[in-house]
């Protein structure tokens, strides 16, 4: 069976073993800037990014998949390789054990105090 990766990653009815999901705001200038230090896009030549791939994946995967699109590389996924700023991530999207965990929502809200924190339903449950 084909699943997105959305499907198979994020929070959802249909599986409980993915807690969390993080929805950032890619349309800052800044975040721009960020996405520019991607190894999956061409901005990074490969000699670079050979520094920062596991050597048993890099040239039998990565090499040969990381411009040619498939189910595992789709343009829908990065790896940057400096921290993201808590700025940009807007939501936290929880599933039904973290959201009924206040402490474990108090930490996700103190680690990042920016963001809305909301349930599968659609509920900010932390502003």
């Known amino acids: 069976m084909e699943q997105t990766k959305e499907s198979r990653f994020m929070p959802s009815l249909a599986q409980d073993f993915v807690q969390i999901w993080i929805i950032m ?5 800044y975040a721009k ?3 520019q230090c991607d190894i999956l896009s061409e901005n990074i030549s490969l000699k670079d990014a050979k520094e920062f791939v596991h050597p048993d994946v890099y040239d039998n995967f990565f090499v040969p998949n990381r411009w ?3 189910i595992y590389f789709t343009d ?5 390789l400096f921290g993201i700023p808590a700025k940009l991530i807007e939501w936290i999207l929880v599933w039904r054990k973290y959201e ?10 103190e680690l990042l105090p920016y963001a809305y924190i909301c349930n599968l339903d659609g509920k900010v449950v932390i502003e």
């Not at 705001?25 to 200038?29: L, R, S, V």
């Not at 829908?76 to 940057?80: D, K, M, W």
């Open 33 to 35: 800037l960020l996405k």
């Open 76 to 80: 829908r996924e990065s790896a940057i």
């Open 100 to 109: 009924k965990d206040k402490k474990i929502l108090k930490k996700i809200k």
């Open 25 to 29: 705001n890619w349309t800052n200038k």
């Open 68 to 70: 040619n699109k498939d």
